[in-house]
């Protein structure tokens, strides 16, 4: 296997940790809201970043590089879904522990329970605060299908909070 160096702007031990801290919660939520568990959000997150150091094109921007990480977190969760090793548990008990607020809590086991297309939409969408035609170019879907996820995912949830009443 060949020795892959980190690219020049990768050299500064500062700049690394800047987007560390830039990026970690944030991609730490997502991750939680697709593997529902500290220990395999944690190496993910060490994945998104190793990839960030070794594989990351030049950015026009930064929200531009925001999405790429977006991105990458995304599919190393699903990939880990899909793994042989994942046994699809979720730890709900460390919900708490990293729900944004404490009233959100039980929100957000709602949206831990919905399919996977509706809660990353969803999530991308109320906690990161992104606007649709953003999701589309994270999640590389139409605009159409973001809009119907959005919408059936309410519906969903919806039905999940009128029966938790």
Not at 31 to 54: P, R, V
Request: net charge negative.
């Amino acid at each position: 296997m060949e020795n892959v160096q980190c690219t020049e702007q990768w050299i500064s031990k500062d700049w690394i940790l800047e987007r560390y801290e830039l990026y970690k919660t944030m991609l730490f939520r997502i991750a939680f809201s697709y593997l529902g568990n500290k220990h395999d959000c944690e190496d993910i997150l060490q994945e998104t970043f190793i990839k960030l150091c070794y594989h990351a094109p030049d950015f026009p921007s930064n929200e531009d590089e925001k999405r790429w990480v977006i991105r990458i977190t995304i599919n190393l969760c699903k990939n880990h879904l899909k793994s042989f090793w994942n046994n699809k548990k979720i730890n709900l008990e460390e919900l708490e522990e990293y729900a944004y607020e404490p009233e959100e809590k039980d929100v957000l086991l709602d949206i831990l329970r919905l399919p996977e297309k509706y809660k990353n939409v969803i999530h991308l969408y109320y906690f990161e605060g992104y606007k649709i035609s953003e999701i589309t170019e994270i999640l590389q879907l139409g605009e159409s299908a973001v809009k119907m996820r959005l919408k059936r995912g309410r519906e969903l949830l919806k039905i999940e909070l009128e029966d938790s009443k």
